[in-house]
């Protein structure tokens, strides 16, 4: 799951992800249990660009479209007993 949030609300997102993923890992609306957090991972969003495939006309241009894109990887917390990063499928 991704969420877009301000800087100031990654503390508060984080821990209340950790609550209701982890510890306790219950719904409080009805006591049920959630899916289980494996790890947390921050990203940011940097505007990049023009590229020239954002260009009308797909050449090189300052007209093109700024695209923001999630750059700087930091793993914030990882479930005890889980591997990071997962292993890889091929």
Known sequence: MEHVVEDGDVVDL???S???HYKPGR???NNKPTAKL???ILNRLQPTG???WSTPGLEESPKGAVV???RGDCLLWVRPGVDYPP???D
Do not use: G
């Open 50 to 52: 023009p590229y020239w």
């Open 68 to 70: 923001w894109e999630w």
């Open 18 to 20: 950790l609550e209701l």
């Open 27 to 29: 719904n409080p609306a």
């Open 38 to 40: 494996l790890y947390l």
């Open 87 to 89: 292993p890889d499928p």
């Open 14 to 16: 984080a821990r209340a």
